[in-house]
C-alpha cells in the first residue's frame, strides 16, 4: 500500500494530553491526509478523520471492538463486559435489548418526564438568587433517567447519585483525582443497580415492563442465561449515566443562546423543526466525545493503504463534525445548515455512525436530541432570565469540557407553558 503520513516522534501521549479535542485535527489537517500514523500509549496507531474514514470504520468487515478500549475507561467511564466491546452476533443480541428500549412510546414517555421535571425545577429556579445550570441540569437529568429507566431514586439521595453518574463521565480524559473520583462512582453505581437487579429477578421490585431495568434484568443471552448482576448493572447504567451526560449539551445550548440572541429569537417563534435544527448543530459545534478506536480485524486496504491486522485505529469524531471538506465555515454556529444537510450516516458524527442495530452508533441518540429539543424550547419560550456576569470561556484541552463556571443564571419568571 501507499505510505501512511507519519509523525517522526518517538510517543504522542504527551501530545494528546496536551492538545485534547485538537490532538487529531491538527494532524490530519497538518498533513492535509485524512490518514496519520502516530505512536500513543507505546503503541502504533492509525488516526482517521472524515466521512469516508467513518464508512470504513464502521464496517463490520475490517474492525472488531474487543480490547479496543483501554482498561482504564472500562474501570471509570463504561464498566467491563457491556455491549461498547461486544463483536458480531453477541453485539447485535445485546444492542438488540437496548434498541428495544428506544421505542416511539418509551420516546414519548421520556418527552412527558422531561417537560415534567424540568418545568418543576425551574419553578424552583425563581426562587433562588442565581443558579448554577451545570448543576441543575445533573440532578433534573438524573431525575428523569431514573424515573424514565424503572431505577427508584428517593429525594434524599438524588444529588449524590446525579454527582457519581455525572462523576464517571467525566473521568474520561482524567488523570489523578478526576479520574479516581470515576472509579469510586464506578463501584458505588454497580453496587446500587447491581442490587435492583437481584430486586428484580425475586419479586422485591417491580418496574414497568417497557423500562430499561425491567427489561435489562430480564433480559435473555444467547447462551439463554440471564446476564450476571454486575454486567446488567452495567447496561442499565449505560441509559443512566448518559442521559445525566446530556447536562453538558444543556449548558452549551444555554451558551449558544447567549452568545446568539437571533437564534434564540426564532426558537421563540418558530416549532419543532429549528429547535432540532438548533439541537443538531450545538451537537455538531461543541466539543463532547472526541474520537473512538477500533482494532483491525484482518488485513485490508483503505484508499490504497495498509491496515495490518491488530492495529489501534482511531476515528476523529469532533474533526470529523468540523470538517473543511464536509461543512461550510465548520467553525461557525449556523444551525441553518441542517436545513440542507444531506442525511449521511457518516458525516455528522457526534454520537457515532453508521446503522444502530448492526453498529455500535449511541443507542441513545434519539432520547437525547429530544431531551434537548424540550430544554432549549423551554428556555427559550417559557423562562425569562439573565445570565450572571461570568467568564464563559471553555477549554479545548480539558476532556469532556465545559465552561467552567457552570453557567450561572438568574430566573426571574417561568412564564405559561408554551410547548
Ligand atoms: C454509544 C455518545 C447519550 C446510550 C455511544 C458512542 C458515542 C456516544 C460516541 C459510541 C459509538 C460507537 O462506539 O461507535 C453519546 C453522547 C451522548 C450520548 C455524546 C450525549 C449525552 C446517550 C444516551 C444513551 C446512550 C442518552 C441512553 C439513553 C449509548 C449506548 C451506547 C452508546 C448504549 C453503546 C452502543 C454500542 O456499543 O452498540 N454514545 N451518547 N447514549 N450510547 Fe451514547
Known amino acids: 500500500g501507499k505510505n501512511i503520513p507519519k509523525e517522526r516522534t518517538i510517543d504522542q501521549t504527551f501530545a494528546l494530553l496536551a492538545e485534547g479535542y485538537n490532538y487529531l485535527p491538527n494532524r490530519t489537517y497538518r498533513e492535509n491526509s485524512n490518514i496519520v500514523q502516530t505512536r500513543l500509549l507505546g503503541q502504533k496507531i492509525i488516526c482517521i478523520s472524515g466521512e469516508e474514514a467513518a464508512r470504513a470504520f464502521y464496517d463490520e468487515g475490517r474492525f472488531i471492538r474487543k480490547t479496543a478500549i483501554p482498561k482504564r475507561i472500562q474501570k471509570a467511564l463504561f464498566g467491563e463486559h457491556g455491549v461498547q466491546v461486544l463483536d458480531d452476533e453477541e453485539h447485535k443480541h445485546r444492542k438488540g435489548m437496548f434498541m428495544s428500549i428506544m421505542t416511539h412510546e418509551s420516546l414519548e414517555r421520556l418527552e412527558k418526564i422531561t417537560k415534567r421535571e424540568w418545568r418543576a425545577a425551574a419553578g424552583n429556579w425563581t426562587k433562588e438568587e442565581e443558579i448554577v445550570l451545570l448543576e441543575e441540569a445533573k440532578v433534573t437529568l438524573c431525575r428523569i433517567a431514573c424515573e424514565w429507566a424503572g431505577v427508584p431514586l428517593y429525594e434524599d439521595e438524588t444529588r449524590e447519585r ?3 453518574l455525572f462523576d464517571l463521565v467525566d473521568s474520561i480524559g482524567g488523570v489523578g483525582p478526576r479520574y479516581q473520583r470515576g472509579r469510586k462512582a464506578r463501584k458505588q453505581t454497580e453496587k446500587w443497580v447491581a442490587d435492583l437487579i437481584r430486586q428484580v429477578r425475586d419479586g422485591r421490585l417491580s418496574p414497568a415492563e417497557d423500562t430499561a431495568l425491567s427489561i435489562i434484568a430480564n433480559h435473555v443471552q444467547l447462551d439463554g442465561e440471564l446476564l450476571e448482576p454486575d454486567v446488567a448493572a452495567v447496561e442499565v447504567i449505560n441509559i443512566i449515566r448518559p442521559t445525566v451526560a446530556i447536562a453538558y449539551f444543556i449548558v452549551f445550548g444555554a451558551l449558544a443562546l447567549h452568545e446568539h440572541p437571533s437564534v434564540r429569537e426564532r426558537l421563540r417563534e418558530e416549532d419543532g423543526t429549528y429547535s432540532k435544527m438548533v439541537v443538531q448543530e450545538i451537537r455538531r459545534y461543541y466539543p463532547f466525545a472526541p474520537m473512538l478506536g477500533a482494532r483491525v480485524r484482518a ?13 489501534l485505529v482511531l476515528l476523529d469524531l469532533y474533526g470529523t463534525n468540523h470538517h473543511p ?19 449521511s ?18 443507542a441513545g441518540e434519539w432520547a437525547t436530541v429530544k431531551v434537548m429539543q ?36 438568574r430566573v426571574l419568571n417561568l412564564k405559561p407553558k408554551a410547548i
Open 299 to 311: 488485513d485490508f486496504l483503505w484508499e490504497g493503504y495498509a491496515f495490518k491486522k491488530g492495529t
Open 345 to 362: 450516516p457518516f458525516d455528522f458524527i457526534p454520537q457515532g455512525g453508521g446503522d444502530y442495530d448492526k453498529g455500535h452508533r449511541c
Open 325 to 343: 471538506d464536509l461543512w461550510e465555515k465548520p467553525d461557525e454556529f449556523n444551525p441553518d445548515r441542517f436545513k440542507n444537510w444531506k442525511k
Open 162 to 164: 446525579a454527582r457519581q
Open 374 to 409: 424540550v430544554f432549549m424550547e423551554l428556555l427559550a419560550k417559557e423562562l425569562e432570565y439573565e445570565v450572571c456576569d461570568q467568564d464563559l470561556s471553555y477549554s479545548m484541552v480539558r476532556i469532556p469540557t465545559y465552561p467552567e463556571s457552570g453557567f450561572r443564571m
